[in-house]
């Protein structure tokens, strides 16, 4: 999710260049991992889906898709829906009743960027636990600090659900340590509550950390994956968990307009990205590491936290211009990024970007920031 960018500041030669995917284009996009474009191999694979209608329960290709997922996070069952957003949902209505709270991180993608939702939706409350410079990340006494008990008099929202971000987008692409969402996990089970992790991008975790996806997905009930992230695929994600709960999903998945027909012409991208663009998440990082080394030491730059994945973020500190004069000078010198605040920049790095087109974009970023810097009176 990136803030919206009205086409009147996209370089023309980004709108007009055929879709490529899988490499480089003109002009460099670093907005999200989101913006990729199937290339030829997968739209390929899109043209020779075989389909059915999945309400039924008839799509060989998103079954396969599923079946696939739920090995990969060995949990019982998946569910394909059109997004992350819809997985997440899916897994709060699961795990919750109308006027429940339910625990999120600081800066968590269900409480800025999923439109209400959880209100709106299930009816919830949505509790932050931990410090904004926890970068999305918390310990079991932070959790123990926000829980309210049950009580005889019922006068507490019961807090029936925490969710965990891996990465955490607003963080920078923060990955849990594993011991740490173990002590977080064991503390919230401690308290009788349920456990949901918005994966968007687990796979970029499980990459970073040199685990398997399901080692990161074991202490939660359910968790979402997207395939329309880092893997590139044009659409579609996963909520993962006990069958029991995924068959209860599927009535939710309808009751919000996400059930759909022969999917499988998605399912099947979904299934060339797992199988072609997972084991390539590394070079994402290296990119990322690569921006992140550009930038360090500029004036008035301060990048906000060591890169872990495939997020940058970095922020410009008073004196040098705000983020939105830099999104809309580096966008006319073909360098998309995003404002992530006041004087806060995203970089995402994914399959479109090579390091060819991150090596041009930091040369780009860092002559901008230089000479905003020169032209400076004092010294920032
Ligand atoms: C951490 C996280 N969760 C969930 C989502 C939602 O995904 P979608 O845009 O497919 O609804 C995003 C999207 O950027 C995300 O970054």
């Known amino acids: 999710m990136v803030p919206s960018m009205s086409s009147s500041v996209l370089p023309s030669i980004l709108l007009s260049s055929p879709p490529k995917g899988g490499g480089s284009r003109p002009g460099v996009d670093l907005r999200s991992d989101t913006v990729t474009r199937p290339g030829s191999a997968m739209r390929a694979a899109i043209a020779e889906a075989v389909v059915g209608d999945d309400l039924y329960g008839e799509d060989p290709t998103v079954l396969s898709l599923q079946e696939q997922v739920a090995a990969l996070l060995d949990k019982e069952a998946a569910l ?23 625990l999120v991180s600081e800066g968590a993608h269900i409480k800025w960027y999923e439109a209400g939702a959880a209100a709106a939706l299930s009816g919830l409350q949505l509790v932050t636990v931990g410090a904004p410079e926890g970068a999305g990340l918390f310990s079991a006494a932070e959790l123990h600090a926000v829980y309210q008990p049950r009580r005889s008099d019922h006068a ?25 969402m173990a002590a977080v996990c064991a503390a919230a089970r401690e308290l009788g509550m349920r456990l949901h992790l918005d994966g968007a991008r687990l796979w970029n975790a499980a990459t970073a950390l040199g685990c398997s996806p399901a080692d990161l997905s074991r202490p939660f009930d359910t968790v979402s994956v997207c395939l329309s992230k880092g893997l590139g695929a044009p659409a579609g994600s996963l909520l993962c968990g006990r069958r029991s709960d995924i068959d209860r999903a599927r009535r939710f998945r309808r009751m919000y307009g996400g059930s759909m027909r022969q999917v499988g012409i998605l399912a099947a991208a979904g299934c060339y990205a797992l199988q072609h663009h997972m084991a390539r ?3 994402d990082h290296e990119h990322a590491r690569l921006l992140s080394a550009a930038l360090t030491g500029l004036p008035g730059v301060q990048v906000v936290q060591p890169v872990e994945t495939n997020i940058v973020l970095f922020d410009l500190l008073p004196g040098l211009p705000d983020a939105a004069t830099l999104v809309s000078a580096l ?9 992530f605040g006041a004087r806060r920049i995203r970089l995402v790095t994914h399959l479109d970007v090579d390091r060819s087109a991150c090596l041009h974009a930091a040369e780009q970023l860092r002559s901008f920031l230089q000479t905003a810097a020169s032209a400076l009176p004092v010294s920032v």
């Open 331 to 339: 966008a006319a010198r073909g360098v998309l990024v995003s404002a």
């Open 156 to 180: 507490a929202a019961p807090m029936t659900l925490l969710c965990l971000e891996n990465t955490h987008n607003r963080g920078g692409g923060r990955v849990w340590p594993m011991a740490q």
């Open 281 to 283: 998440l590394g070079e």
């Open 80 to 102: 394909f829906v059109p997004s992350g957003t819809m997985a997440n949902q899916l897994g709060l209505r699961l795990h919750t009743q109308p006027g429940d709270d339910v």
